[in-house]
């Protein structure tokens, strides 16, 4: 059992920054991985960056790449979206999720999800 805690959503200028964090309780993670969905209106939700526990290696939507990173902190048990350069296209509900195996961007198989944060980047 996985509990996700996120915080650091919130109303922001177009350009300007913003990080989520995500705290995981519970189990530890052995071969897992952690990522961060969002979800704009009437769109389909998309994932946004992925990062395996282990190695660790990363993944980048290509519409982010370049603007947001994804780190951890193992210590804390804790992964953060820094979003840079942020652009009104970029508002949706963004959603920590995680996995306990380590098949990081099958994207169908994360078992447990944060309740969602809204970002909102106006223009």
């Known amino acids: 059992q996985v509990q996700l805690v996120e915080s650091g959503g919130g109303l922001v200028e177009t350009g300007g920054s913003l990080r989520l964090s995500c705290v995981a309780s519970?189990?530890?993670?052995?071969?897992?991985?952690m990522a961060w969905f969002r979800q704009a209106p009437g769109k389909e939700r998309e994932l946004v960056a992925a990062i395996d526990w282990t190695r660790p290696t990363t993944y980048y939507a290509n519409v982010v790449k370049g603007r947001f990173t994804m780190s951890r902190d193992n210590a804390k048990n804790t992964v953060y979206l820094q979003m840079n350069s942020l652009k009104p296209e970029d508002t949706a509900v963004y959603y920590c999720?995680?996995?306990?195996?380590?098949?990081?961007?099958?994207?169908?198989?994360?078992?447990?999800w944060g309740q969602g944060t809204q970002v909102t980047v106006s223009s």
């Open positions: 519970g189990r530890s993670f052995s071969g897992g991985a």
């Open positions: 999720a995680a996995r306990l195996d380590s098949l990081y961007l099958v994207v169908s198989g994360y078992r447990y």
